[in-house]
């Protein structure tokens, strides 16, 4: 398997799209002026305590408060606070950690209003990012990632991640944590450190360190609640560090700053990999260059097509989501309804796997199979979305077809579900059903650059155009283009643009985009 990372930075927003053997499987998008804050550290207040739901609403910032269980205290709760009261009360002298008292453990059904009490300070960490109308989801078990370990705080314990599956591996790894890692520490040992040395191990454990001592000099010196301690890396970094593997082949960015920051990142974790790291300086924009929009266009619809006509309905709402497979059109196979049903289904299980990790669903998914009914079809048809989940890195659970042929699944759910407008409303005619003679379009574009040329002085733009009206313009030896190249100048350039319409335009300087639409065009 060959995996390829695509990052668009644009002024407003970046995509980051991950393609596998040239499939797209993840696209996350974030705007520009917000921040991925799973995995942020905040010093925050107890804001309104709810004894029905055992939970309390802590003030970090947000618009809304947000959500603390009890059972998502952590068992060392009592130890953490009691340590952070005695940083935050001597402003000079940082305690180390070495020397807190460790406390016995929360007991597992206990009640919140006996710990926590309303105005109360407590340092909490982001699991889940605000969806919808709730806040961010909280804990109090502390955790900073790195790329081969995890630093949890105030637990005294090595674990070892089950995907290491080799006794004796397992063994060398816990022993060599344990002799370099500091007291009252605990460490998650991740897949990626097998057969890794202690040199790397050693180097990051000190890094992660690092950071923990800086989250404690903040909450020391906080004077002013509530305060952010530690941010978690960009989205593109992130992503990197949880995915990033020897199968990498190319990373391709289109932005200056985001290529040095990634480039620092790979050559830090992996230096031998760092020419992977490229930076795209096209013409076209980095998503059409590479095939993605296309990708994305097929991929985000209510209804997406698979395998020789047979397609899934993806129906998401608040409560659940619900997805029904359907053969289509397909021929049937001569070996019969049963094995045509399986051939479907097991393709269906392929391309819901990708869709769950593309579209983050989450929640309760319920999906509607082909009747199938042979119990070892069925039972093969469970073991296949068994096996393609595995590449999900969301805690998810699976549970075999129901008499009625369901499937339901459960996805753990960290951000809002990725969700793309395959169909929109024309932009040329604005709704409204009635736009100007499409013979006139060009004529429409010459006035424009016209306008930008000699009224606004614009020298240097690009056009961005559909595809068709792209080619179009330039076709022949004398093209349209060269002809407006002649009499406004050569700083003009057309780029065929696949997110466009076919009447749709849009005019850059740069990056940035300049406002060329005007109403009075509609009649």
């Given amino acids: ?203 990051e454990l000190n890094i992660l360190m690092k950071y923990w001592n800086e989250c404690l000099a903040r909450i020391q010196k906080a004077s002013t609640l509530p305060v952010m301690v530690h941010e978690e890396t960009s989205r593109t970094v992130a992503m990197l560090r949880d ?17 040095e920051e990634i480039k620092t990142y ?17 013409k076209l924009p980095l998503f059409d260059n590479f095939s993605i929009t296309k990708q994305i266009k097929s991929l985000f619809g209510r209804a997406v097509s698979y395998k ?72 093969k048809l469970y073991e296949r979305m068994c096996q393609n989940m595995q590449q999900d890195r969301a805690r998810h659970n699976i549970l075999p077809l129901s008499k009625f042929g369901l499937m339901q699944i459960t996805r753990q759910r960290v951000r809002p579900a990725m969700s793309i407008a395959t169909s929109e409303d024309c932009p040329t005619c604005h709704g409204k059903g009635i736009i100007n003679p499409s013979l006139l379009f060009t004529d429409v574009l010459e006035s424009k650059i016209d306008y930008l040329v000699n009224k606004l002085k614009v020298k240097g733009f690009t056009l961005h155009v559909h595809p068709y009206v792209a080619a179009y313009i330039n076709q022949g030896l004398v093209s349209m283009k060269r002809k407006w190249q002649m009499k406004y100048g050569f700083g003009i350039n057309v780029i065929p643009n696949q997110n466009l319409t076919y009447l749709e335009y849009k005019f850059f300087k740069g990056k940035e985009e300049i406002d060329m639409k005007e109403e009075y065009e509609i009649r």
């Fill in 266 to 282: 790979v050559s830090l974790i992996a230096n031998e990999k760092k020419g992977i790291v490229k930076l795209y300086e096209g």
């Fill in 1 to 203: 398997m060959v995996s390829e990372l695509y990052v668009d930075v644009q002024p407003n927003e970046v995509t980051i799209a991950l393609l596998e053997d040239k499939s797209l499987v993840e696209l996350q998008k974030e705007g520009r002026d917000c921040s991925y804050s799973v995995g942020n550290i905040y010093l925050g207040r107890v804001k309104k305590i709810m004894p029905g739901l055992n939970a309390c609403f802590v003030d970090i910032g947000y618009e809304k408060d947000a959500f603390l269980h009890y059972q998502d205290l952590g068992a060392q709760f009592n130890t953490q606070v009691k340590y952070m009261k005695q940083v935050m009360s001597d402003r000079k002298n940082l305690m180390p950690l070495s020397k807190a008292q460790i406390l016995p453990e929360l007991e597992k059904e206990g009640s919140i209003s006996n710990l926590v009490k309303v105005g109360q300070e407590v340092v909490v960490q982001i699991v889940k990012e605000p969806i919808s109308t709730k806040g961010p989801r909280l804990t109090s078990e502390l955790s900073i990632a790195g790329r081969f370990l995890v630093l949890v705080p105030f637990y005294d314990k090595v674990s070892v991640s089950q995907k290491i599956k080799s006794g004796e591996e397992r063994t060398r790894l816990k022993q060599l944590i344990q002799s370099i890692k500091p007291a009252k520490v605990g460490v998650i040992v991740r897949t990626v450190a097998e057969g890794k040395r202690v040199a790397e191990l050693d180097n």
């Fill in 243 to 259: 995915l990033f593997n020897p199968t990498f082949e190319n990373i391709y960015i289109n932005d200056k700053d985001t290529y």
């Fill in 308 to 379: 020789n006509g047979a397609y899934l309905i993806i129906e998401q709402t608040e409560a659940m989501c619900v997805v029904d497979v359907n053969s289509g059109n397909r021929t049937r196979q001569n070996n019969g309804q049963e094995e045509n049903a399986l051939d479907v289904n097991l393709s269906a299980a392929d391309e819901l796997a990708r869709q769950m990790r593309l579209r983050d669903l989450g929640g309760i998914i319920v999906v509607d199979f082909i009747d199938m009914a042979e119990a070892d079809n069925r039972q």
